[in-house]
């Protein structure tokens, strides 16, 4: 008996600013199989180089692919999954050379051009095993009978993709264990020179520790221009990402800010530029003097994940509204070179609208801007629940990650899921505490993370990036 | 009679990738005011600057504050409008200079330690016309009476923003009249060296035609070199976006292309680079060679927003089922310099969810990717669906822009809402067709264009930028 049970992708409520939709999709291993694979000996078809270097360790096998009707095939799988495809989503994803450009890997074939007219039947499917695609015979009716139209090729990679795709939406379902969320006491340490000059594994080793964990410490930079320490290390993932504050900007007291950080009070625990559609993936701190008379200045960090998990335990209510009634962030600043007018919707908390897990925290009340004017029972409720997380933040020092940067050390961070901030600091005439900081784009730092997981023979990540679940199929 | 009828803010089905959750607010004139103004003529706090440099044409000017109850303010605008404040957020949005770093503008306090107790009272609620704020007195009570903690302070201007911020979110209920929609007749043109060094009003009529008709050509640029060319508009918003392709991009025919761009084959309307969390906003295609012999590669543009609409007009179901199910957009490419694995997914069309308005159209066929496994019957009407979009912009060659590329002209358009393509070329020996292309943030983008808007002493922008209303209050 084949069961496959499927369910529409939903696009819950609540999911504004993530783009993470919830499925469900469970793939029952069938206790049969059904029959009726076809082999007529055709010639291969021209395939496209594959789309991922080598299968993965732990990628799952195909076994075989077989025709079900004239509409449907069914594929299994080594894990013992079975799936059931139709011939529309086959001829959509058809990797031959025709559809596919070799070079770049963009498809080339433009809707209405490749939409069936729902009179095709497959006529063959053909699992090959040595060229490692499956390839169906398309086929339309004419006077002189049924003619093959187009043989769909379907790398055996790319279905393990889409396998892994089905399955990464059903992820966002799992709970948010203690082993995904980061341990205070223990920052990540990497040399600078291994992380810059070193090897792919070395390389890959602190981009995993950023993924996992949400930071790592970089020690032992080379002294010398601060900039080029926190562009070298952009450089190693993409590029850094440029904002209103620069390609890369100086976190250093001055005597009129232009931002909170460019004092000497403390900085509560806040994530950077929310107020962009894609706000800032990685951040980057590299401490190019901080002389050892200054008291305090201490860097902080917390997982966001984890202090969203806390209030939904401890106060369901707030977590809640917290997802149903947007905050504003802005930076609305005309007294500065450029004036900046950024201004952004969205909730503090994103979850999961099945299974309720926390995907995204937002938390930067410095930046919290102009508010639509709300109703007033809703505003007091809602005010609550934004104070009740503010405490559970306050509250949670078993989370918090304390380091006073030594000169050429960088604290690099998850800016989507870890809040930073720093203790207030005391300057003595002469001294001066200074910090070099960058940004990397959140979607560079997932292609850089996945793609060398995928050149190191590794399995794919499963890390979350605070903006759910990491696009990794 | 007062009535102020509000609602939530819903964030609703089908807006993954758009960050403007529907909301409604119906703000009915009073036909009577609420009495209760208090004046007890205590000294007026510091206050911060005022955010915007001053109050645009048309800006609503408050006409009085009076304290409804111990808990509630009304405001009464010039335009005879009635707002009702709650005293929970009247006190988040206070922007003395305690609560707000003058210099930047950033807020200083904390959650909780701004948190309501509930004990609070409105002691009195003092309209300052003079000053441009209302001043709003804060008390608790102690053993020996009610005793001030705090005086709110919220300027006119913040409370106009607000006012706006309301009223925006409501707009996306408006019809997208034709006035919305691009003229394909009527590309706007203005002079390169006006822009890049011209006066404010003509670098905001460049702007304000890419906001409000998609797209705009630039004529009589210096020659010289392209990559300053592009850069250099770039930076009158900004600074270039960078990307997986560089800060800047060349098109022109190459061998084995990284791109479909980088050959002479037709390219059919699309958008760019789908598959980042915000895809780039502006695009700037600067033409530094094409020689007059070479036959095609004229530059097409259509308007993605009008063609939704006509998807919604022709085939309801299709419209509605493109925000259901997302599509997956990627570039998982591994054999260039930088291997890219970047993998996004997001519904074809964002709608409104109450008035059903397109809000976003993302269109890249040569970018989709490896989908999940979808059930076979919702599979095969998606398609259908899908088929039936890519039909409607074929047979749309009413709003199709076409032009062909002089040299030392720029294509200036909003990626976010235009589709663009080209027609194919044949490239004769010792002959080449090349465009030097950059991108631009389109947060950034909207922020120029408003902060401008806002120093010309022009009323705040509607126009749409692809991905919902633009953050403009």
Redesign the interface.
């Known amino acids: 008996m084949l069961r496959v049970l ?4 939903r ?11 919830a ?1 469900a ?1 469970t793939i029952v291993p069938a206790e049969s199989l059904a029959l009726g694979r076809r082999h007529l000996g055709l010639a291969s078809p021209e395939t496209q ?1 594959n ?3 080598r299968p993965s360790e732990g990628h799952p096998h195909l076994l075989a692919a077989d025709q079900s009707d004239s ?2 095939l069914t594929l299994e799988w080594s894990t013992g999954q079975i ?4 011939l ?2 086959a ?3 058809c990797r031959c050379s025709t559809c596919v ?1 070799a ?14 007219q ?1 009179n095709e039947e497959l006529q063959a499917v053909r699992w090959q095993p040595q060229q490692g695609h499956v390839e169906l015979d398309v086929a339309r009716p004419t006077p002189t009978g049924l003619q093959v139209i187009h043989t769909v090729v379907l790398p055996e990679d ?1 279905l393990a ?3 892994r ?2 399955q990464v ?1 059903a992820d966002t379902r799992r709970t948010l264990t203690p082993l995904n969320l980061v341990e205070p006491a223990n920052l990540a340490v990497h040399r600078y020179t291994d992380v810059v000059q070193g090897d792919t594994p070395q390389l890959f080793a602190w981009l995993d520790d950023m993924a996992n964990k949400g930071a790592a410490l970089l020690v032992d930079a080379p002294a010398g221009d601060p900039d080029a320490r926190v562009v070298d290390l952009a450089a190693r993932i ?5 904002t ?1 504050y620069g ?1 890369t900007f100086d976190v250093v007291a001055t005597e ?5 950080a ?2 000497s ?1 403390a900085l ?1 625990l806040h994530q950077d530029l929310v ?4 706000t800032p993936g990685l951040q980057f701190l590299h401490c190019a003097d901080f002389h050892e008379t200054i008291e305090g200045g201490e860097s902080l960090l917390m997982d966001g994940l984890a202090v969203a998990a806390r209030l939904r335990d401890q106060d369901p209510d707030a977590y809640h509204l917290l ?4 905050m ?1 962030f ?6 500065r070179a ?10 503090i908390i994103t979850a999961d609208p099945e299974s309720g897990e926390p995907l995204e925290l937002v938390w930067a ?4 801007g ?7 029972g ?3 409720r ?3 629940a ?6 559970v933040i ?1 509250e949670s020092t078993d989370l918090l990650i304390e380091h006073r940067l030594l000169p050429n050390e960088t604290l690099c961070f998850n800016n989507r899921r870890m809040l930073h901030g720093r203790r207030s600091f005391v300057l003595h005439e002469g001294h001066i505490r200074f910090l070099k900081g960058v940004y990397v ?4 730092f ?3 993370h ?2 060398l997981s ?2 190191l023979g590794l399995s794919l990540p499963t890390a979350r990036y605070g ?1 759910g679940v990491a ?3």
């Open positions: 499927t369910r529409l992708p696009l819950g409520r609540g999911l504004v600013g993530a783009r993470w939709p499925a999709r180089v789309v991922l270097p509409a449907t799936t059931t495809l139709d529309a989503w001829f959509h994803q450009q070079g770049s890997g963009q498809r080339q074939r433009y809707p209405p051009d490749n939409a069936l729902h790319a993709r889409s396998l795709a089905t939406l993409s590029q850094p990402m440029p209103i390609a009129n800010p232009i931002n909170i460019y004092s009070v509560d107020y962009y559609e894609s997802q149903q009634v947007p504003t802005e930076k609305v600043h005309y007294d450029l004036p900046a007018h950024l201004v952004a919707q969205r909730p009340p410095p930046f919290e102009a508010l639509p004017f709300l109703e007033p809703l505003c007091r809602y005010f609550d934004y104070a009740a997380l503010g405490m306050r784009n959140i979607d560079e997932v292609s850089r996945t793609s995928q050149l903006h696009p990794m199929w």
